[in-house]
């Protein structure tokens, strides 16, 4: 299973952003797919994720500012945030994970940094 991530950069505080992820190989139907990112000198963490069926899973700090959402037929998802904040930087990671093998796929990451 490959995950292949785009959609990162720079932006302005206040910006909008549009990450994509794309997975290949083989992915069992039902699964979770998510957004995680790792700021400098801090521990990954969810950023949002997304079930087959459409259940969604926010963290606090998005809430209101972060729509995830998913292509079954072409196991991508992506994640759309506005009102960025210079907080919100980081190397943001999709993730799958799979229920069946119980095991978690990672993409290579994408930078994504707001300017004050």
């Known amino acids: 299973v490959q995950l292949q991530a785009s959609g990162g950069g720079l932006v302005q505080a206040g910006g909008s952003l549009r990450l994509s992820c794309a997975g290949s190989?083989?992915?069992?139907?039902?699964?979770?797919m998510g957004w995680y990112r790792q700021a400098p000198g801090k521990q990954r963490e969810l950023v949002a994720d997304?079930?087959?069926?459409?259940?969604?899973t926010y963290a606090d700090s998005v809430k209101g500012r972060g729509t995830i959402s998913r292509d079954n037929a072409k196991n991508t998802v992506y994640l759309e945030m506005n009102s960025l904040k210079p907080e919100d930087t980081g190397v943001y990671y999709c993730?799958?994970?799979?229920?069946?093998?119980?095991?978690?796929?990672w993409g290579q990451g994408t930078q994504v940094t707001v300017s004050s």
């Open positions: 993730n799958v994970w799979d229920p069946r093998l119980r095991v978690n796929y």
């Open positions: 190989g083989s992915i069992f139907s039902i699964n979770v």
């Open positions: 997304i079930t087959s069926g459409g259940r969604t």
